[in-house]
Nanobody
Framework: VQLMESGGGWVQPGGSSRLSCAASGVTFSNILITWVRQAPGKGLEWVSGIPIDGTDTYYPDSVKGRFTISQGNAENTLYLQMNSLKSEDTAIYYC??????????????????WGQGTQVTVSS
């Protein structure tokens, strides 16, 4: 399984950015997929997820209403639309996935497959 993120870069506060994740070796309909970020000097933070049944989307309070996770029309493509970006959203963003439900969305140790990450910097 390979996950590869793209997008990101530098964004001004209040701006928007969209990240993409292309997957190979796995079908999204069979796995749980998420976005996880790591801010400078901090640990991993889960920021969005789609469960295995694909019936809903989930977010922590820190990004709810600003971030949207979605699957693209192209097979095995995942997106993260980020709006109203804040300086505290500066981080490396990873897409991550697993074939089994995690103990909780925030238990990042339970995600089996990871991309290499893409940097998002929010600054004026």
């Amino acid at each position: 399984v390979q996950l590869m993120e793209s997008g990101g870069g530098w964004v001004q506060p209040g701006g928007s950015s969209r990240l993409s994740c292309a997957a190979s070796g796995v079908t999204f309909s069979n796995i749980l997929i998420t976005w996880v970020r790591q801010a400078p000097g901090k640990g991993l933070e889960w920021v969005s997820g789609i469960p295995i049944d694909g019936t809903d989307t989930y977010y922590p309070d820190s990004v709810k209403g600003r971030f949207t996770i979605s699957q693209g029309n192209a097979e095995n493509t995942l997106y993260l639309q980020m709006n109203s970006l804040k300086s505290e959203d500066t981080a490396i963003y990873y897409c991550a996935a697993t074939s089994l439900p995690p103990r909780s969305w925030s238990t990042t140790d339970d995600y089996k497959w990871w991309g290499q990450g893409t940097q998002v910097t929010v600054s004026s």
